[in-house]
């Protein structure tokens, strides 16, 4: 890897933030648009929330997904122009009397891979759209898309070691090598994050505000290592103070070594989610309520895999995870449903009341007697405040309230309107990342060293 100057490749950085500008136009644009198209083609659904029953073009997703494939394809020849790639390093350099190719073929195959997963994804979301896929078909797909990712991280000396928290040191040593089981946990995060973002659905604007806070607060972490000018870095040092050690060991890494391997990831990642923050804010206005357009499972998996993706290739995957903090809630509490303990209805979405407006938590029912097993996970569930049970005076279990993090809320704060309630999610998400950066650079040093 040649040796190349302190700066950032800025070119590239404008350009792709100006290509965000451009996918929040277009999408805004766009989505109305082809709305009649696609009520032609039935790709429609009716607001569950809602007095009304005209029918909302559902999958538009799949318009936002397009914007952004064709933009970060159209981007390639920028990322990779030789003024992108630092001027000073020309594509081909003289080493040891030989000519050689410079050309950073390495990053172009971390692109190519990222944009064939994210293709992979925008088929199995629009797939599941029109077919309603059934879980154990739709779970496996992801794993199978990541593997083009996986691939070029292990071509890269993938590491495949973690550090060890002080506290598990003495029986493991400082670093662990997890080996194959770290590409099995790599694999599974795309699952997670393409599905748990869709499994916190159904309420007007919530796929896609989810997607915008954990895109936000990915550009914040990806701008903390970009090598800034000394005069930038102080409102940086707000963020706390190791924050602070680690800009300032970036900065210097970045003097010593030239642009680094940390700021080429990060920079990666950051072509990769401006143009996503552009799209999702411009399809964010149109399914806002009172929604105009649904995002179907085709947004919901574009974005969770652009996510993987970037958490994969750029090496920050367990940061990222601590971005979807209320998806993990929310998947966890899912799984008695998810998992067939208790049953699980079509729609979890909260119950509507067409009279006052106002949500409530939905309920499931209980046909026959609980098991042993449901019974308890019930109960400690009912003793966290996570849901409220209908029994009758012996104690048998006649209804639950659905197991997600919506009703969670409707439960703790009382029954609200649907605008209401997908503010309060934002909040959720919102403090949800302020709670990770503070565990990435507050509190990491508790349990690690370095
Ligand atoms: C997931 C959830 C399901 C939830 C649904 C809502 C699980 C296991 N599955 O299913 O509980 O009800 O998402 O998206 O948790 N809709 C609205 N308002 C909105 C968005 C969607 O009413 O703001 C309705 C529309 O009728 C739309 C439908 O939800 O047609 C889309 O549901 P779909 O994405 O197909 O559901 P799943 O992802 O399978
Ligand atoms: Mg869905």
Do not use: E, F, G
């Given at each position: 890897r040649p040796l190349v100057d302190p700066v950032p490749p800025v070119p590239a950085l404008y350009v792709s933030f100006g290509f965000s500008i451009f996918a929040l136009l277009a999408t805004i644009y766009l989505v109305p648009a082809l709305g009649p198209t696609f009520v032609k083609a039935n790709l429609k659904g009716r607001d569950?929330?809602?007095v009304y029953n005209t029918p909302i073009p559902e999958s538009m997703g799949l318009v936002c997904a397009s914007v952004y494939i064709l933009l970060l394809i159209l981007f390639i020849p920028f990322a990779f122009s030789p003024t992108s790639l630092n001027g000073s390093q020309a594509q081909y350099t003289v080493r040891e009397g030989m000519v050689i190719n410079a050309f950073p073929h390495y990053q172009l195959s971390v692109y190519l891979s990222s944009i064939l997963s994210l293709l992979i994804a925008t088929m199995l979301g629009f797939l599941d759209d029109i077919f309603d896929i059934r879980w154990r078909h739709k779970i496996p797909i992801p794993i199978i898309a990541s593997i083009p990712l996986l691939m070029v991280y292990y071509a890269d000396n993938g590491n495949t070691h973690i550090v060890v928290p002080i506290p598990f040191r003495p029986f493991f040593g400082s670093l662990l090598n997890l080996g194959p089981l770290y590409y099995l946990y790599m694999s599974l995060l795309s699952t997670f994050s393409t599905n748990s973002i869709n499994i916190l659905a159904g309420i007007n604007g919530s796929e896609v505000s989810q997607a915008v806070v954990i895109a936000l607060s990915v550009v914040l972490n990806d701008l903390l290592y970009l090598p800034w000018p000394t005069g930038f870095r102080v409102p940086l040092h707000l963020l706390g103070s190791r924050a602070e050690v680690e800009v300032g060991g970036v900065w210097s890494a970045g003097m010593a070594y030239g642009s680094t391997e940390l700021v080429e990831r990060h920079l990666f990642s950051l072509y990769f989610m401006l143009p996503l923050v552009g799209v999702c804010l411009g399809f964010l206005y149109h399914n806002?309520?009172?929604?105009?357009a649904f995002p179907g499972d085709t947004l919901c998996y574009v974005t969770g895999m652009a996510f993987a993706v970037v958490g994969i290739q750029a090496h920050f995957s367990k940061t990222l995870l601590l971005f979807f903090l209320p998806q993990i809630f929310n998947f966890i509490l899912s799984c008695p449903q998810l998992f067939g303990l208790v049953p699980c209805p079509r729609h979890r979405v909260p119950r509507f009341d067409p009279d006052t407006h106002f949500l409530y938590p939905s309920k499931t029912q209980f046909l026959k007697r609980t098991s042993q097993l449901t019974t308890v996970v019930l109960r400690v569930l009912e003793g966290l405040g996570c849901t409220e049970l209908t029994t009758l005076p012996d104690g048998t279990i006649l209804e639950a309230t659905n197991l997600t993090l919506f009703n969670v809320l409707l439960l703790r704060l009382g029954p609200m309107r649907e605008k209401r309630l997908t503010q309060a999610l934002i909040v959720v998400q919102v403090a949800g990342s302020v709670v990770a950066f503070v565990v990435r650079y507050g509190l990491a040093y508790l349990v690690y060293d370095g």
């Open positions: 569950l929330l809602k806002w309520y009172p929604s105009r």
